[in-house]
């Protein structure tokens, strides 16, 4: 069974937290998925199987041409957020 | 003496009209948020829709770089949070990167040094941060414009080689016309990565980053700092901490964080974007277009008989060598040299303009060119008529022609003009003949190019008046 | 009075003169607002009437409803969840705008599994969505309101999304039709992304022909998606070709009842039977045939693996910096970890973390592209069978919704093929349909019809004949004292 500790770790790194007994729910899904995919991996020959990642050859993909076209204006661009200096995003400061 | 190993990542924005994945203008501008398409802005429900230009000019670079091409694009997502990352992810190459391996040749103190690629990838650029003392402040026009990485291998041995590769890059951007890669706009930027060992070690030592440096001659401060830190590290026995570090104003570097557990990308193929293949006809198209480069170019000049100094000069701009070899086509070499890195380079310096905006074509040129290295007119002259026909938008060989300015070569013809404007100031002569002043000389051929309204080869006037100067002395005898 | 009406009928009553699109759409406008409370189709239901008036399609002045996860400019768009409540977008999704300059009238917009990651209905964050049939239970997801609107007669069609099954399994539960186009039909640009290489927009509506009529509107190539494609064939054209020697297999693993204890279980396969050989007294020639039972068994393990993956990257802009509810904290990371760890609810932030566990590096090879390998297996697999059949034909589920308290979003080793099979026809970005067949438990069940890549006419005209004969063409549930 996956530690608890990792499993907060994991989501930690995508920026959110949980509670505890919400790690547990999840340590049981994770059993379940994970023999599943045990499962999957002993399909005969599997590893020399393409991975798909297109539901289907496209033939009718274009690049774009490379054209100036929609756009937003400031006004859009900001329209979603009150933290705003100077016509941009206030964040708190970002240390590099 | 350690070995200082430097392998250099090399991010460049290319040059086109829209984004990479957004039909946003791609264009350096102060005024903040003007150029963002909703893409740009990661907004719920956006698709990437990826630009034909940018891939082409891509897939031009790794052709350029000697690279092994793909035979399809594919783009990858890298996965991480940031403030100028809006879509919480970059879109970039991992899979099938536009070019795999590769190199770049550039001349070092005069020996040629083949630095190797690990790849050349096509992604975006993040949104920039203008940082205040107490928040920051997000500006997203400089996302999703199209940035391709040069990765090189770590087979770079010093300041010098990393600055040189990078001014080859940069002249390399330019001849292919796929950037203006302007460091000052933060178009061109690197990430160094620099460790040393013992000349006997196998192994790597340990590595130290330094990001997003914009200027070349802080890309030399900070890695001859980092030697000199480093070394001394060394010396005493100490160990180099992994870690990323910033260079300052003043020339040294800073830590900026250590390196904690290598951060996991989990990268997987973008599926909005279905893949493309790179076709033969695509290729040949590129190929077609690929044009010499500035090493070959420059050792053929050599071969001219070029200096160092004229080779590298003529061919450090793709236009300006473009003319230069049209115009040594028809004309004599030493004197298109001569004309070109003076009167020619200084004029473009003087207006700050490109060679193909100037007035002066290459067949004008060679025209002027012809006209003195067949001795009809002086190099002088040569060089005065064209400041003229740059002043007034003028072809200088109509200027030659109305002028009539053609040099007097004829001996006998300028012996008779000397000899009247000698009989004219028997002074002077007399001054000569009896003083033996030879500032005489100078004077007649002041006299000479006046009277002849500046058509006498001067070269011939002063032989001339010299030998007649003689011969009056001895007959006065 | 036009409550129940389909397109054809409410374009009659319009070109007569008999009402007026802004009538039918206060009349919607009154169903929606009165059904609310009890239902809880809508996150939003539109306060006036507007139209594009200079238009000549089928569909000028008819009343629609469109899910909450397609970009609305102007108007809410919260994907059903908390880290999206106040959002309210600057651009239209493309299938707004072309919905809109055909002259449809908007509703509301109709309420999901939170960011369409569910399928019960049950998840989104102004609550649960409910059964038009039956209060008590669900109506399966995740374009839960969507299906609801439709089967209450609010609306004569409305616009869903389907990732694994969120069109056409609600469309069971609800019996209404769901169709999920060929992948690239229909843009997706403006859809929220779930898992984006199983997304597809789709339609749901009371019949076959409905669906036909407005996909022909929102179909085509969109220079904001790469992955649309042309589509000249006309849908409503082809409905009434004849099918004799039409092909159809299903597949003995699913539909085996050996395997089945349940009775309403067994009810449905019995009609599916039934139906069957009513299809083969149309002129269908319709054989059962056998696929690895592994490979069934890998459908929903496959499908989780990949749509967690692409989810977790996908929703990694709601960090409430530039969009959403901004977090509290005296960092940048402080505050997208505060956001998003109120703004997204427990079952989300599981999905997320299972998605992110499978794309680490140390995992991807054994969890991610496996999974990707499996889909290529599966797909493949079937368009092997597609060379000798026209297409696919299985019960949509085992049986009618669940009520509340059987429900769970959970994962469990508990699962049964018949409940799990449509994700098949997102991973080729196959037409799959689903139209209600038969009742069980006194709740429709749905068969659904899957065919080629780009056979979208083919499987749109073989579920119109078979439509025909199941008896439950334009259905909807009649509950409600309401007077419209």
């Known amino acids: 069974m996956i530690d608890k500790s990792k499993l907060k770790d994991y989501a930690n790194k995508l920026m959110f937290d ?52 929609d756009y937003l204006t400031v006004g859009e661009v900001l329209d979603n957020t009150k933290y705003q200096v100077n016509d941009q995003v206030k964040v708190p400061k970002v240390v590099e | 003496m350690y070995k200082v190993v430097i392998g250099l990542e090399v991010h460049c924005e290319l ?24 893409v740009d802005l990661g907004l719920p ?20 770089l000697n690279c092994k091409l793909p035979d399809e694009i594919i783009f990858d997502r890298k996965n991480y949070y ?41 992604e975006e650029d993040t949104a920039s941060l203008e940082h205040h003392p107490n928040y920051s402040l997000i500006d997203y026009n400089r996302s999703g414009i199209p940035l391709l990485e040069i990765v090189s291998d770590p087979c770079i041995e010093s300041a010098d080689e990393a600055v040189r590769y990078l001014e080859d890059l940069r002249d390399l951007f330019l001849y292919l016309g796929v950037s203006e890669a302007k460091s000052n706009y933060g ?144 004309s004599d070499v030493n004197t298109t040299v001569n004309f070109m890195t003076t009167s020619i380079l200084s004029t473009l310096n003087k207006l700050e303009i490109s060679i193909d905006e100037l007035f002066i074509t290459s067949d004008m040129l060679s025209g002027v060119v012809d006209l003195v290295s067949k001795g009809d007119i002086s190099l002088d002259h040569g060089k005065k008529i064209l400041y003229q026909a740059i002043d007034e938008s003028k072809d200088p060989n109509e ?15 300028l012996l008779e003009l000397i000899k009247s404007i000698m009989d004219e100031n028997s002074e002077v002569v007399r001054q000569y003949v009896e003083d033996g002043n030879m500032s005489a000389i100078n004077f007649f051929i002041g006299q000479t190019m006046k009277k002849s309204n500046r058509q006498a080869n001067p070269n011939k006037s002063k032989e001339i008046i010299a030998k007649e100067l003689e011969r009056r002395k001895n007959d006065g005898k | 009075m036009y409550r129940g009406k389909s397109i054809t009928e409410l374009r009659e009553v319009l070109d007569s003169e008999e009402v007026t699109s802004e009538e039918l759409f206060e009349d919607a406008k009154k169903l929606a607002n009165y059904f609310q409370e009890d239902y809880n189709s809508f996150v939003t239901i539109m306060d006036d009437y507007k139209i594009k008036r200079r238009s000549d399609s089928f569909i000028k002045g008819i009343p629609y409803a469109l899910k909450d996860n397609f970009s609305t400019n102007g108007i809410l768009t919260t994907s059903s969840s908390n880290i999206l409540k106040d959002y ?46 039956d209060m008590m239970r669900m109506t399966g997801g995740s374009s839960a309101g969507s299906a609801a609107a439709v089967a209450l007669g609010i609306v004569p069609f409305s616009i869903g999304s389907d990732t694994g099954d969120s069109i056409r399994k609600p469309a069971s539960f609800c019996g209404v039709v769901g169709y999920k186009p060929t992948y690239g039909l229909i843009s997706r640009y403006g859809l929220f992304a779930f898992a984006s290489s199983l997304d597809h927009v789709g339609v749901l509506s009371r019949n076959v022909k409905d669906s036909a009529i407005v996909t022909d509107i929102i179909k085509g190539k969109d220079i904001n998606d790469m992955v649309t494609i042309n589509y000249d064939k006309n849908l409503v054209d082809s409905l009434d070709n004849d099918i004799k020697g039409k092909k159809l297999f299903y597949i003995k693993e699913i539909c085996d009842k050996s395997q089945y204890i349940d009775k309403n279980t067994l009810k449905v396969l019995d009609d599916f039977y039934k139906l069957l050989d009513k299809c083969r007294e149309l002129g269908f020639i319709v054989e059962e045939v056998s696929i690895d039972k592994a490979l069934l068994e890998a459908v929903y393990p496959t499908y989780m693996t990949i749509s967690c993956a692409e989810a977790t990257s996908n929703n990694s802009n709601l960090t409430g910096i530039q969009f959403g509810p901004r977090g509290e904290g005296n960092s940048v990371e402080e505050i997208m970890f505060d956001a998003r760890t109120k703004g997204f609810s427990e079952l989300i932030k599981r999905r997320f973390v299972l998605g992110s566990y499978i794309l ?25 069978l597609f060379k000798d059949y026209d297409g696919m034909i299985l019960p949509a589920s085992g049986g009618g919704a669940p009520t509340f308290k059987e429900s769970s979003e959970k994962l469990s080793s508990k699962y049964l093929l018949l409940e799990n099979h449509l994700a098949i026809g997102n991973f080729g970005g196959f037409p799959s349909i689903t139209i209600p067949f038969t009742f069980s438990d006194e709740m429709p069940v749905g068969v659904n019809i899957t065919g080629r890549v780009k056979d979208d006419d083919l499987v749109l005209n073989m579920a119109n004949k078979i439509e025909s004969i199941t008896g439950y063409k334009d259905i909807y549930s009649k509950v409600g004292d309401i007077d419209v």
């Open chain 1, 18 to 69: 949980m509670e505890d007994s919400e790690y547990e729910t999840l340590q049981e899904e994770f059993e379940v998925i994970l023999k599943q995919m045990d499962l999957i991996g002993k399909i005969p020959n599997i590893s020399e199987v393409e991975p798909m990642t297109f539901p289907y050859k496209n033939e009718d993909v274009n690049l774009r041409e490379d054209e100036v076209k």
């Open chain 2, 15 to 38: 040059e086109t009209k829209s984004k990479n994945f957004s039909s946003a203008p791609n264009q350096f501008t102060k005024i903040p948020n003007i150029n963002v398409g909703t």
């Open chain 2, 45 to 64: 429900g956006i698709l990437p829709v990826a630009n034909k230009e940018a891939v082409k000019k891509a897939l031009f670079t790794s052709m350029a």
């Open chain 2, 82 to 122: 940031y403030a100028d990352l809006p879509k919480g992810y970059q879109i970039t190459q991992n899979t099938k990167p536009v070019g795999v391996g590769g190199y770049l040749d550039v001349l070092v103190n005069g020996e040629v040094k083949r630095i190797t690629l690990h790849d050349v990838h096509l």
């Open chain 2, 187 to 330: 178009q061109m930027r690197c990430d160094v990565n620099i460790s040393l060992m013992k000349e006997t070690d196998t192994e790597l030592g340990t590595k130290v980053e330094m990001k997003n440096i914009n200027a070349f001659n802080n890309v030399r401060a900070a890695i001859e700092y980092e030697i000199k830190r480093q070394s001394e590290l060394l010396d005493k026995g100490e160990k180099v901490v992994q870690e990323t570090r910033r260079i300052a104003e003043d020339g040294k570097t800073y830590s900026m964080r250590e390196k904690v557990d290598a951060v996991d990308y989990k990268y997987f193929v973008e599926p909005n974007i279905p893949s493309t293949p790179v076709t033969d006809e695509l290729l040949k198209e590129l190929k077609d277009n690929l044009p010499e480069l500035k090493l070959s170019r420059y050792q053929k000049y050599i071969d001219l008989g070029l200096s160092e100094e004229d080779a590298s000069t003529l061919s450090k701009d793709r236009k300006v060598s473009d003319y230069f070899e049209r115009v040594i086509e028809k």
């Open chain 2, 399 to 413: 200027l030659i022609k109305k002028a009539g300015l053609h040099q007097i070569n004829d001996e006998e013809e």
């Open chain 3, 88 to 133: 309210v977008p600057v651009y239209d999704a493309t299938i707004y705008k072309k919905l809109r300059k055909a002259g449809g009238v908007l509703v509301g917009k109709t309420v999901l599994d939170e960011l369409a990651m569910g399928g019960t209905g049950t998840t989104a964050h102004t609550g649960v969505v409910k059964n038009p049939w």
């Open chain 3, 360 to 384: 680490q590096k140390e995992n991807q090879e054994k969890l991610f592209l496996n999974a990707c390998r499996v889909r290529r297996l599966i797909v493949d697999k079937i368009n092997e």
